[in-house]
């Protein structure tokens, strides 16, 4: 065989010789004494599971507060310096990004703060990323939003006809935002302590990256407004974006130019900022916090000026639902976040302990009046590019923002809210470049493209709980599409080589003669049995089932010229091989006749038999990763294809252990061979001889020879 192949040049000249018999399953497990695996019973699986010993249970210990295994052996000399650096960078960021994504959810900013402080202090004791900082994220937080507002919504708290009980509104609203807090908790831990944290990985990234990118419209919409100052109603659900911008530009002639000069100022300063701390990032030893000036600043000059008072500028003013959703987006980010370091600095992640940290985390700060905690990918960077080496640097920044509650918070009074919602929206920049993944996705893998934009599109749409319903449900459809209709091919050999490809996507290809090779790519079960069997019926180019009813009629009347004596049966032989055909009428009983039928020829009946222009089918399952039995059963047709073409059919199964262990295949109702490929030689190139040789035997119809082959390969 190697001398048809392609020559190599001289320094790849290599020959292999591959010499071993073609195996069934069953004669391969028997002649290998194939052993059964030991299956422990449920007292003995409980037993190794709770049993305990010293190690055990500091190994419990361990995995349970992860902080003793990292801290036991943290190098202070080598990294407290840079974590109590990156801390204090982290932690002024944190203060301020709380009381901006405080607007998100509809309270006071001071609960920000809140929530920027509480879940560092559960995560450092049971988190296993070193490098994420915890704290409000806009996603999770436009969800709370969404749940406050439709629970505490304004009309609830009016007092007279242009009056407001802002008290009992924010005391409301707070209650709303802690309580979803501490469910969103619960749902964490027990989808922690239920091992189920594998469930997020059904949130691939196109999925994500259109979800927050809808995300982060709604909250350019909803801090829109607030940029603006203008009244509008609190809109959620179906649509509610499009009603919030209707009712943005219906009152924009109430626009406050005071807000607006310093959102418009902010969004401008902050932006151009953070692209030169993106392209000077190696220079310059510490990002310029921004932010921080950028608030200090604005609230000083609110103070000096009194916009309030003069121009009716909206300061801050500080004071003394059941999501599932919410949870699993605030774990899928915070994972994701993580397991990118986790890489970067090569040490593991724990998907489930981070379930049970971040589900701690969130009860614990919904009992102090804070909202959801998660991550977000721009202050882990910070606290990750200034240096920071562990959850330590954490803790710094949690005493920052301490700092600012306790001694500072009052300063930021006379801040004004446009100021925190522009710092809102200059950091949303990262989740809109993603719409630059779409054309990328589109040109590598076009359902991953559809599920980005459909996601992104329901949510938008029909609110961001809907809408990541609607976009998981359209990426199982995928799936499902893909394995309901999955690729077939038929095969061909590239001349001169021992690879074969799909006819239609070369042109120097031929199809072997007289043998179809067809290729499935995808699992055979229920669900595209009945497409696989017509994508073969289009391959082999004639309706098997019915060529084997008119064959099977021919028989039968020339069965009865036989019994009549107008016909001599003779035998015969058809290259090398005698062909044997059972006839029974089925009216009367007859006995087994031989009969020789060259059906190419004129038939001396008078029955339409159709041609068949192939003597061997070759199926190839190398591609196949299981059959279920409802496939199996189904499988009969293979076998009426095979008594049509005379030939052997082999499916080339990487797992043919469901057939194999089938009663089916135990009656031999396919009535074919299964080749177990379990020594295949493959080249540099991908190239394996053993499918090679085998196509070629069927062509020669010569299955039965040991499989000896050589081949040139590098």
């Not at 004791?125 to 994420?132: A, E, K």
């Not at 986790?342 to 302990?353: E, L, R, V």
């Not at 459809?477 to 799909?502: E, K, M």
């Not at 020829?601 to 068949?612: A, D, F, G, M, N």
Request: proline letters at 4%; charged letters at 15%; hydrophobic letters at 45%.
């Amino acid at each position: 065989m190697g001398s048809s192949m392609d020559p190599l040049p001289p320094q790849n000249h290599f020959t292999y010789i591959v010499s071993r018999p073609i195996y069934s399953n069953p004669t391969f497990e028997e002649d290998n004494q194939r052993q059964a695996r030991e299956e422990r019973t449920l007292r003995e699986r409980l037993g190794l599971t709770c049993g305990c010993s010293g190690k055990r249970a500091l190994k419990v210990v361990k995995g349970v507060f992860p902080v003793i295994d990292w801290l036991s052996r943290y190098p202070i000399r080598e990294w407290l310096p840079s974590d109590v650096i990156s801390g204090v960078s982290t932690g002024l960021v944190c203060s301020l990004q709380g009381l901006a994504y405080a607007l998100l959810v509809s309270v006071s900013p001071v609960y920000g703060l809140y929530s920027a402080f509480f879940p560092i202090l559960t995560y450092f004791l049971l988190g296993t990323s070193r490098h994420i900082s915890v704290g409000p994220f806009p996603v999770t937080c436009l969800m709370v939003g969404s749940v406050v507002l439709t629970l505490a919504p304004d009309d609830h708290f009016l007092i007279s006809v242009n009056g407001t009980d802002v008290e009992a509104m924010e005391a409301q609203r707070i209650m709303v935002a802690s309580s979803m807090t501490l469910l969103v908790g619960v749902f964490q831990v027990v989808m922690g302590f239920l091992q189920v944290g594998f469930l997020v990985r059904y949130l691939s990234d196109p999925l994500v990256g259109g979800f927050t990118t809808a995300a982060a419209f709604h909250v350019l919409i909803s801090q829109l407004r607030i940029v603006l100052s203008v009244p509008t109603d609190n809109h959620n659900g179906c649509f509610s974006v499009v009603y919030t911008l209707i009712d943005v530009f219906t009152n924009i002639s109430q626009t406050n130019l005071a807000d607006l000069v310093a959102g418009l100022l902010t969004i401008v300063i902050v932006v151009a900022v953070k692209e030169l701390n993106a392209k000077f990032q190696h220079r310059i030893p510490v990002p310029i916090p921004i932010e921080l000036i950028v608030t200090v600043v604005a609230a000083g000059i609110s103070y000096a000026t009194e916009l309030e008072s003069h121009y009716g500028a909206s300061i801050v003013q500080t004071e003394d639902v059941l999501d599932f959703s919410t949870a699993v987006v605030g774990y899928a980010v915070a994972v994701s976040v993580a397991k990118v370091y986790a890489a970067k600095h090569d040490y593991p992640i724990d998907g489930n302990q981070e379930l049970i940290a971040f589900g701690f985390s969130n009860m614990f700060c919904g009992c102090f009046s804070s909202f959801v905690a998660s991550t977000a990918l721009s202050r882990t960077a910070v606290q990750e590019s200034t240096g920071g080496k562990s959850q330590v640097a954490g803790m710094v920044s949690a005493m920052v923002v301490m700092i600012v509650i306790l001694a500072l918070g009052h300063l930021l009074e006379p801040l004004q809210k446009s100021v925190l919602a522009a710092i809102v929206i200059a950091n949303l920049k990262g989740m809109f470049m993603q719409v630059t993944e779409v054309p990328t996705l589109w040109r590598q893998n076009r359902a991953d493209c559809f599920i980005w934009l459909a996601t992104c599109l329901a949510s938008m749409v029909l609110g961001l709980d809907m809408g990541l319903l609607s976009g998981l449900v359209f990426e199982m459809g995928t799936v499902v599409f893909r394995t309901q209709f999955p690729a077939c091919s038929t095969l061909g050999n590239i001349p001169g080589t021992n690879i074969y490809r799909n006819m239609k996507d070369y042109q120097n290809i031929a199809e072997v003669p007289g043998v179809k090779i067809f290729k499935c790519n995808s699992p055979i079960y229920f669900a595209n049995i009945d497409y696989f069997k017509e994508r073969l019926r289009a391959t082999v180019g004639f309706d098997s089932v019915r060529v084997f009813k008119k064959r099977n009629k021919a028989l039968k009347k020339i069965h009865k010229l036989i019994k009549k004596g107008k016909l001599k049966a003779t035998k015969g032989e058809r290259n090398g091989e005698r062909e044997t055909r059972k006839v029974d009428d089925g009216n009367w009983p007859v006995s087994e006749v031989e009969v020789h039928v060259d059906w190419a020829l004129e038939l001396p009946v008078r029955v339409s038999v159709p041609k068949v222009p192939i003597h061997s089918l070759v199926l190839d399952f190398s591609a196949v990763s299981f059959v279920d039995v409802v496939a199996v059963k189904s499988l009969h047709l293979v076998r009426v294809t095979t008594d049509v073409i005379d030939a052997v059919t082999l499916p080339c199964l990487r797992s043919v252990k469901c057939i194999s262990e089938s009663p089916f295949y135990i009656d031999n109702f396919l009535g074919i061979q299964i080749c177990s490929m379990t020594t295949t030689l493959i080249d540099k190139h991908g190239h394996t001889d053993t499918r090679h040789h085998l196509y070629q035997s069927i062509q020669h119809k010569n299955v039965t020879n040991a499989l000896t082959s050589t081949t040139k390969a590098g």
